[in-house]
């Protein structure tokens, strides 16, 4: 059953009084034998012997405990004169040395006086009992006859001080009375029987005392001073694991500290789960200091892993969706990972991997079950749990203790160790009646107070001059002016351009792209892009949070001067001259965040924080603009907003309903080339820079579904197919060029006039019809047949 504080101090304070009790009787019934029996200035220089040895008695590191040479003087008094003067000294001695400590505690005092009197009472008893024989001073007895007393009156006296030392701490500190005796008394036995050894010698020849005295002076010399270098290293090597200790866990608060401050919504969180999580591994007992050391570590640095994790989802305000919490359990098994790396003297990883395995094996990311889980995993899962339900969090309020508690219980037996959980119910009313915002570790507090103020969005702390008020003023005045004239059913890209117009007036931008944020797909995808390289950036698409513009749409703040190769990766890198600075701005109304837009700008730190602020003066407007347009434009076609280009599909159609149109109209051969892509807006983009890098000035895409593109290509013959194919697949990515696991997932047909067909629809169905057929592989040399087998190319 776990004690509590007060618990362990009633008990503590009952012990220390039953063993002084027991002590002040021995030393009555030793006061009472002495005042019967004559007085002996042999027994007396021996006492004083025992308590000057006392004064010299050196300290058990990290023990409130002290052992001495003072044993040889004590057992020739019990050899010699018999019990009672032994009790005596060892009496005084205790007394004197507590009395004259700087800092004297009545329980130590009573302790002192009590412990050794009873002690070496008990052993005195058990040698005369086995020896059969007087006191040596009394008469002479041989050798042989006392050896093997001699050998229990130290085993008997060392068990007694030890066990009942060991009992005084263990009932003081709450730790485990056996393993304080194993570690910190057990190996010292032998100073006990190395002292019952020396002191058979003087007993030996009690007749001369000052002679055996003289004799083993320098034996006992050199064993206190033996004793005291052997606890001189032991405390040293004591200090330097524990300066190594200190700087593990210095290094574990940084690494926390890391955390601390990416996580927004849970700071000090891991704080309060190290002071929780070492109270419940008390009240378990599990007291080994590897274990203990793990957990005081892996406390700090369960949540490693959600460096991996995208903030966005971290600090999500609403219910995580299934991909969302596939992302979150990855944390568990990345953060043992990061910390595999760092040789800890203790298991932390096994902790941090295994902190969210289940009891009856549902967990992640092992599926471990029961007592598979570790001990400290298990302990930690459970007082994890009760601190998140405890805190705030963007999605709901803190629980109160009797609804978090209420959880946990609930899960016990299936999540969590029901052994682990009552334990900790035991330990609820002690944890609450702390603060439950404990404060962080300074290096923890520091860092993270200054992460936050990085991060923290406060744009009324800034405050805009005046002439930069006026400017936007003017500008907002300008653009509301001419988005009124659209009325309230402007279309998406008049409204855009005009919007455009107004930005290029406050910023050199070169190309500029709104961005519209997908919910449903956690995804942002460019709505409008207007200036140089806005055919690339048409119907580009990110996962929300990545990117420039992802994240700022995520996040809700500005990002100025960032490389513009973070953003819609890939995209824009071949253009010439090169967009070298991005400025992106929220667009936010009440209900939330609706998107970005994007500034790109060929010069190096091209704007100036003047202008981002200029621009998120006027964000409010343009989101609500931009708002209307989208919603506009969702009315009118149903469509997703990145799937289609009307204008290309128009025209496209145009050429496909006049037969010989091309044929017609110029006389001229022509080639089609199909180009056909997957569900994925990074492929299809690759693919679109790729055809335009491949293809003439001369030959007209048209782009009229978001996964298809269609080229009319003239003076074409059919062996331009493969030259045109190898030129796409040298332009594409290695990844998306030639795929490890199997071939490309972009699809190449091409058809050509008159083998395949006389107008354009024939063409197109030839070459869509080749995909299935024989698709031309990507990244890999083909043959092209003859092309009156009709033989069809294409690439997969």
């Not at 059969?132 to 009156?153: D, E, K, N, Y």
């Not at 005295?213 to 270098?229: D, G």
Request: contains cysteine; aromatic residues 8%; negative net charge.
């Amino acid at each position: 059953m776990t004690m509590s504080a007060g618990q362990r101090k009633r008990l503590h304070d009952v012990f220390v009084g039953l063993v002084f009790v027991a002590g002040l009787a021995a030393l009555v019934d030793a006061v009472r034998t002495l005042a019967s029996a004559p007085m002996s200035y042999q027994w007396i220089v021996l006492a004083a012997l025992v308590a000057a040895s006392g004064w010299f008695a050196v300290k058990v590191p990290s023990l409130n405990a002290t052992l001495s040479i003072s044993e040889t003087f004590l057992f020739s008094l019990v050899m010699g004169f018999g019990g009672a003067p032994a009790v005596v000294a060892v009496a005084l001695d205790g007394l004197t040395v507590s009395l004259f400590r700087r800092r004297r505690n009545l329980r130590h005092v009573l302790f002192n006086l009590g412990e050794p009197s009873l002690s070496i009472w008990v052993a005195s008893r058990v040698y005369y009992a086995l020896a059969g024989v007087p006191p040596l001073s009394l008469g002479h007895s041989a050798i042989s006859q006392i050896v093997l007393p001699t050998l229990a009156l130290a085993a008997v006296y060392f068990v007694m001080n030890s066990v009942l030392n060991a009992l005084a701490v263990a009932t003081e500190s709450g730790s485990s009375p056996f393993g304080l005796w194993r570690k910190y008394f057990l190996w010292v036995s032998l100073n006990y029987f190395g002292s019952a050894s020396i002191a058979l010698m003087v007993s030996a020849n009690s007749e001369n005392l000052l002679f055996s005295l003289l004799t083993i002076a320098p034996l006992v010399v050199v064993s206190y001073f033996t004793f005291k270098s052997t606890m001189g290293r032991l405390e040293d090597s004591n200090k330097h694991l524990g300066d190594l200790n200190r700087l593990y866990l210095k290094v574990v608060e940084t690494l926390a500290m890391a955390v601390d401050a990416k996580d927004q919504v849970t700071h000090g969180h891991v704080c309060r789960v190290q002071t929780y999580s070492l109270k419940l591994a008390k009240a378990l007992n599990v007291t080994g200091d590897a274990e203990t050391r793990a957990i005081e570590a892996a406390a700090l640095l369960h949540d490693m892993g959600k460096l991996a994790v995208p903030e966005h989802i971290l600090n999500k305000p609403g219910k995580l969706t299934p991909d969302e919490y596939d992302r979150i359990k990855l944390h568990a098994p990345a953060g043992a990972d990061m910390l595999s790396a760092v040789d800890f003297p203790y298991p932390v990883v096994p902790i941090v991997r295994h902190h969210h395995e289940n009891w009856d094996g549902t967990g992640y990311p092992d599926c471990l079950k029961g007592d598979a889980i570790p001990i400290g995993a298990r302990i930690l899962s459970v007082v994890d749990c009760y601190d998140a339900l405890r805190s705030h969090r963007p999605y709901r309020r803190a629980l109160s203790p009797p609804e978090a508690m209420a959880i946990v219980k609930e899960r016990k037996g299936t999540m969590y160790d029901p052994v682990v959980v009552e334990a900790f119910e035991g330990l609820q009313a002690e944890i609450e009646a702390a603060s439950v915002d404990e404060p962080l570790p300074e290096v923890l507090d520091r860092f993270a107070q200054a992460a936050r103020e990085m991060r923290r969005p406060d744009p009324v702390a800034e405050v805009a001059p005046i002439e930069l008020r006026l400017s936007a003023t003017d500008t907002l005045l300008k653009l509301y002016d001419r988005l009124s004239r659209f009325g309230p059913h402007a279309g998406l890209e008049d409204t855009c351009d005009v919007i455009t117009r107004s930005l290029r007036s406050m910023a050199p931008a070169g190309l500029v792209a709104f961005f519209r944020r997908e919910d449903a797909t956690d995804a942002v995808v460019v709505a409008y892009a207007s200036g140089f390289g806005e055919a690339l950036m048409s119907g580009a698409r990110m996962g929300l949070g990545h990117g420039v513009s992802g994240w700022v749409a995520a996040n809700r703040r500005s990002v100025i001067n960032a490389d513009p190769a973070l953003d819609v990766p890939g995209l824009l890198v071949g253009l010439n001259p090169q967009f070298r600075s991005v400025l992106s701005v929220p667009l936010v109304l009440e209900s939330g965040a609706i998107g970005a837009v994007t500034l790109y700008s060929i010069q190096d730190h091209a704007f100036t924080d003047d202008q981002r602020q200029a621009i998120e003066l006027v964000s409010g407007p343009m989101a609500e603009a931009f708002g209307r347009a989208l919603a506009q434009r969702d009315a009118e076609t149903h469509l997703d907003t990145s799937a289609v280009h009307p204008s290309h599909e128009h025209a496209l159609a145009v050429l496909l309903e006049k037969d010989s149109f091309w044929h017609a109209t110029s006389g001229r051969a022509l080639g089609v080339l199909y180009v056909r892509a997957p569900e994925d807006g990074d492929i299809m983009a690759h693919a679109s820079v790729a055809v335009t890098q491949a293809t003439r000035i001369a030959d007209l895409i048209f782009r009229p579904q978001h996964d298809e593109l269609i080229v009319l290509m003239p003076d074409c013959d059919p062996g331009a197919g493969q030259l045109i194919v190898d030129r796409i697949s040298a332009a594409l990515p290695h990844a998306v060029a030639a795929s490890i696991h199997g071939p490309s997932p972009l699809q190449v047909a091409f058809a050509c006039e008159p083998y395949d067909g006389r107008t354009v629809r024939d063409l197109v169905s030839v070459a869509k019809l080749r995909l299935g057929d024989h698709p031309w592989p990507i990244g890999h040399a083909a043959t092209p047949a003859p092309a009156s087998d009709h033989v069809t190319t294409g690439g997969r």
